[in-house]
Structure formats: structure tokens, C-alpha cells
């Protein structure tokens, strides 16, 4: 139960921080976001391990395991910039709810076919007792999640900040797609890399040289100094960190204790946690077409796994 609550509060946190982010997006590059927040996150992690005594642990840490970490966060970090970059692009709850189907049903997919977990599937294997069945109740959810992405992506009204919005745009779902594969490597490359450390101790580890790769990028580009200003920005970028430091934390801790399976289908609960949140903060107007494409993109999540 342990991982299964880290998950959804995982989903939560990084739906909050993705919210925060959206108004930043408009006028800042997802490098440049990408790296601010991370260096917070890095350091909420930091302190959350010294805290807890157990920083001292990464030493530990062998150095398959090391390498293991410290390689999927580089994968995954990759499809983050990509990920903020879409939030400038299109509507937030929908390039949210894109990204998060095809990445739960790659990931889903991936952990059968990869390591031959045919009975991960809890709604699957409650619905069926042999493979395959279980293949064709996968299949099924998949066509769902693909049905409900088409109903999101499609041309569609809907108001964002008095602009008006047709649905993701080819450029967006690029970047959803992109994001959606970085994020399913990263997810079981990171699912080897826990049986070597715990989720504090890794944390530790993974994020805050994620932050020290990618933060002198940023300062070369000149992104630092050019954005000294935007006070507004800067902080719904700190506060976005450390809710990411959080999701990751938790996220580590769902992998270390759950399935990658269990792991994906509450971790869908993200963009239904951003729709609402787009509707209450962002004052979004979700349309009848991306609320429906959001349920049936849910539904065929949940078969799936």
C-alpha cells in the first residue's frame, strides 16, 4: 500500500507543479525552466535525505547502480524540456492527458513485452485467467487510450487565456510522443536501478547531478542572466521545483515498493488532477470533446493495466 498511496501522491505534486508552469512556459524556454526548477528540486531532495540521515547512504550505493540512476535521469530529463515546451504550444490539460496515456500504455506494453509480466495487468487479470485473454483485454485498453488521445487532439473549442484553442496541435503531439517514450525508458531503466538503493539515498543521488549537468548549460545559453527579472516567474518556478522534488521522491518510493504496471495506472491520475486544476486556477474552460476524450482515455488506462 506503501507505494501505491506514493504514487498518487507523486501524481498529484507533479500535476500542481506542471500548473505553476504554464503562465512561465509562455515567456521562458523549457531549458531554461527545466534547469531553474531542478536546482530546487536537487536541493529539497538533498535536505529531505540529511533529515532523515540517510545522505550518507549514497556512498553506498554500488556503481552499477550509479550508473544505472544517473542514465535515467539524463533519458528523462530530456523528455521534461520537451514536455514543458508543449505546455507553450497547446492546452495544458490536454498535452497533460496525451502525454500521460501514451506513456502509461507504452509503459504497460513495455513491461509485458519486456519483462514478460503478462499477469501485471490488475484489471486484466481480474477480468481474464489466461495470456491470452489478458493480451486482448491490453489490446483493447489500447484502443481506448488511443480513441480518447484523437478526441483531445482534434480540432475542438475551447477558450485558453481568451485565445481560443483547436485541440493539440502536430507540433504538440510530437512532443507528447517524444516525452511519452523518454518517460517509459526512464521508468524501467529507474525500476532496475532501485534494487540497488533506497528512495531517499537515490534521490539524492539521481537529481541533484541531473541539476549540476544540466544548470551550466543553462548558465552558457545566458538564460540566467537574461531572465534576472520576473520576480512572478522565478517563484512559481522555485515553488514548481520543490513540488517536483517531492513527486520524485514519492515516485521513487512507488517504484521501490510497487509494480511498474501498479505505478503507471495511478500515476494517470495526473491529468485528471490538472484538468481540474486548469478549470479552478487557470480559469479553463474544458470543452464536452477533451472532457470526454480525458474519461475515455482513463478508462482504457485502467483496462490496460
Known sequence: MVGELAAIGSAFCWAASSVLLKAPSRR???FYITAFRLVFTALLVI?????AG??????????????????????VIT???AFFRAFATDDLSRVFTVTTGLYILLSVVASIVIAGDANSGVVAGALSSSPVSQWLVMVVGGVLVVLGISFISEPGRGKVGGIVRRGVSPVGLGLSAFTAV???VGLLALNEGMKYADPLPAAALRLPVMALVLAPFAVVTGDFARYRTGGRDKLALVVSGLLGGGSAMLFMTSVKYAAPGVVAILSSASPVFVLAMSALLLKVRPTRRSLVGTAVCM??????V
Open 47 to 51: 535536505a529531505t535525505a540529511a533529515i
Open 182 to 184: 523518454t518517460w517509459t
Open 79 to 81: 523528455g521534461d524540456i
Open 28 to 30: 521562458l524556454r523549457a
Open 299 to 304: 478508462a482504457g488506462i485502467v483496462l490496460t
Open 54 to 75: 540517510q545522505l550518507g547512504d549514497v556512498i553506498h550505493i554500488p556503481l552499477k547502480g550509479v550508473l544505472i540512476l544517473v542514465v535515467s535521469g539524463a533519458i
